[in-house]
């Protein structure tokens, strides 16, 4: 009789500037395929994650989750494979921990909201090029705040989505969505039940658009209403994008 399976959620950082994204791709490094292949060196069995999303190509982490089953009990006494594994990760990756689940609880499904960050830097610095976009010139924080109220009222976001995409559904079930100026320069930040492939960074580069004074509140408002990519702005480069949390009901804990 085969050993039943134990579910675990394992979670982590990531810098994905040298990697093409979380999911596997042939040919290509990913955290996907990095993080698999360790585990399965560390535990000596083949496992194979379940990602709490995809990530495009040079996007980070601050805050990831995957799951995997193993049919070994207390996978992590005492820490020793969280230490296994960030010896052997590339400095890239990060474990921070390895919690025990209920058997149906699902990295990606079982998510109860998604928040990520976009990072703007409004001063050339050669130490956040690979994590913040450059935007030189004043933006109208204010106005990109109002259009974050607009956006709040709709959830179909198909004017934000990734064009031929697989999506089932184009809507999004927003909670919060605001600017904020630091010292540097701006973060925006975004919480939702899902996103789609490319939404934030869509969202993002059409509301710098109306920072600057190229499109108006109307503008924005009718361009969410035509559900059509094409009306939207350009997407803001991958660098400045974080997954900074992921929020998951306490009840799938062990």
């Given at each position: ?115 990520y960050e976009y990072h703007i830097t409004r001063n050339k610095d050669p130490f956040r ?21 607009i956006l709040l009222r709709y959830s179909d976001f198909t004017s934000f989505a990734r ?92």
């Amino acid at each position: 009789m085969m050993p039943e399976n134990n579910r675990y959620f394992l979670f982590l950082r990531y810098k994905g500037t040298n990697f093409h994204g979380w999911q596997i791709q042939p040919g290509s490094d990913t955290i996907q395929n990095t993080l698999d292949d360790t585990l399965s060196l560390v535990l000596r069995e083949e496992i194979r994650t379940t990602g709490a999303g995809r990530t495009d190509s040079g996007v980070h982490a601050l805050f990831f989750c995957a799951h995997f089953d193993s049919p070994k009990e207390n996978i992590d006494k005492d820490n020793k494979l969280i230490f296994r594994l960030n010896r052997l990760l590339p400095s890239d990756i990060a474990v921070s921990s390895i919690r025990k689940v209920i058997t149906d609880a699902n990295a990606r499904f079982s998510a109860l909201s998604r928040t990520y960050e976009y990072h703007i830097t409004r001063n050339k610095d050669p130490f956040r090029t690979e994590y913040a976009w450059y935007v030189h010139g004043a933006l109208d924080v204010t106005s990109m705040n109002e259009a974050c109220s607009i956006l709040l009222r709709y959830s179909d976001f198909t004017s934000f989505a990734r064009l031929h995409s697989d999506n089932k559904t184009n809507i999004c079930r927003l909670m919060s969505a605001s600017w904020a100026e630091t010292e540097n320069g701006l973060v925006f930040t975004i919480r939702a039940d899902r996103f789609l492939r490319n939404m934030v960074r869509a969202i993002t580069g059409t509301m710098i658009e109306i920072g600057f004074g190229k499109l108006s509140l109307d503008d924005f408002k009718n361009i969410i209403i035509a559900r059509d990519r094409g009306k939207a702005g350009k997407s803001a480069p991958a660098r400045g994008l974080f997954l900074s949390d992921i929020e998951y009901p306490e009840v799938i804990f062990k």
